[in-house]
């Protein structure tokens, strides 16, 4: 049981996650944080939050559990203000995309703090953005990713564990660089390729008739493309090398598939199609 | 009304557009042929085409309208299959994604009987292949473009017209090349993306766990990359000069959003994702 709940950045997944505890009954008080005072007032009209603090330090004063649920970017800077205020016992953790670059900004910033500090990332999310958009399922049957380092003392990381199942989520141990560049792969790269389409379709000369007859398939494939800019500005250069890395190889790829169409290779293209096909079939029979 | 249906390839778009005559009482019979028989006789015990026949040629004997329903490599060999049995009234119809290859293809095949062909593109569709995915809903609401040239009699037109609006959905005439432009970039494009994607992934070290990994935003965006190979190997050979266009330009705003992540270009990579965040949110208020 959690006594009292600091969220850092009330959106679609801090949202979420006190919506869920809330349910699951694993939480007393929750206090929250952001830097969008309507959000914050919507987060508590919806009870998603009790109240609402006027500065991160504030809201995790006398917190047992801290989660910093803001854009990467934002993570150093809160976590330099909230490491004088926290207690001995207070456990902090965040849900950011990217490991390597938040683990190394909690070194710097926690001091005697660190240990307590787990990194997590849970694999869930949708397009939207906001408290408005949180729901209580959303973590169910997902995985919630846990790095935690040397230091990471086991009783913390025994805490934010319990947290997260009691969300319906299940936890997975991982390398901070190997989570890094799985989630380069499976998530920031698909995202950037949206991004990059819908751009490129809209500043081609036809842009309004495209869009117009844009069918189910581009709406499916492009959904990813209306997530929250800054959340996806963030990323990029926090997990820049694996995301150059995953990119480059993508560019191969698809100089190959060009260069495939160029010399009419309807071979090459069945074949690469098929294999593609099969991956994706495989995906189905797995977790939704 | 139409009197003898032939439908020549009863997958999900041929099998859908004889289910929705058929619940909209716009035909009498129904007359399938295909490459395969499995698929055909279950096309008969789901009531979706009356009879099979042994031949293209067999099942556009007699028919009042004929509707080419087959991957864009195997109109050629059909159309010239099928010319010799065509009545002087027989209005013929196709489905495919590239309008260019096969009206070329039509013009030389059908002789005498081109004026009567209409060449069609129902945009809609779903990554399922077969008799088995067809609806009759399936292109509800959708559009349906029509590519006449100067020789297409008016009312050939107006009777595949008057065939597409019995499905519910709305027809739409446009010029040969610009189909074909705006196809690449809305349909072709996202579609390469998405099985460059899969496989790119797939040939990577950790590709096990990058797909136990993935989540519902990867879903959602490789959900076309289960689309049938060889239609789609047909697609690139035929629209080969549009698909390299666009993948061209495509490739470069890749590499400038690359070089704006290798030089730490946060302003820029903000702009790019607000901006694509934009340009898909509009789609939402559009139709489905």
Not at 132 to 139: G, I, M
Not at 242 to 247: E, H, P, T, V
Request: proline residues 3%; contains cysteine.
């Amino acid at each position: 049981m959690i006594r009292r709940l600091a969220i850092l950045g009330v959106g679609l997944i801090g949202g979420s996650l006190a919506r869920a505890l809330r349910a699951a009954g694993a939480v007393e008080e929750v206090v929250g944080f952001g830097r969008g005072l309507a959000n914050l007032e919507r987060a508590v009209a919806l009870g998603v939050i009790d109240r609402v603090e006027s500065s991160a330090a504030r809201a995790v004063s006398g917190a047992d559990m801290v989660v910093l649920a803001l854009p990467v970017g934002s993570m150093a800077t809160t976590l330099r203000q909230i490491a004088p205020q926290l207690g001995m016992q207070t456990v902090v953790t965040d849900v950011g995309s990217v490991k390597s670059s938040i683990v190394s900004a909690a070194h710097t910033a926690l001091g005697e703090h660190f240990p307590r500090f787990v990194p997590g990332h849970p694999i869930a999310g949708t397009e939207k953005s906001g408290v408005e958009a949180s729901f209580a399922e959303l973590f169910r049957g997902r995985r919630v990713v846990l790095t935690p380092v040397a230091e990471t003392e086991p009783d913390a990381l025994e805490r934010v564990r319990s947290m997260w199942r009691a969300t319906g989520a299940e936890t997975v141990v991982m390398d901070i660089g190997h989570h890094d560049e799985i989630l380069a792969a499976t998530s920031h790269l698909p995202h950037l390729l949206a991004y990059c389409l819908v751009d490129t379709l809209a500043r081609m000369d036809d842009s309004r008739v495209i869009f117009d007859f844009a069918a189910g398939g581009f709406r499916d494939f492009t959904r990813i493309a209306a997530s929250d800019p800054v959340m996806w500005r963030d990323i990029c250069l926090a997990n820049r090398t694996a995301i150059l890395d995953a990119l480059g190889q993508y560019r191969s790829d698809l100089d190959a598939l060009m260069a495939a169409i160029g010399r009419d290779d309807g071979v090459w293209l069945q074949e690469l199609f098929a294999r593609a096909k099969r991956e994706r079939d495989a995906l189905n029979g797995e977790r939704k």
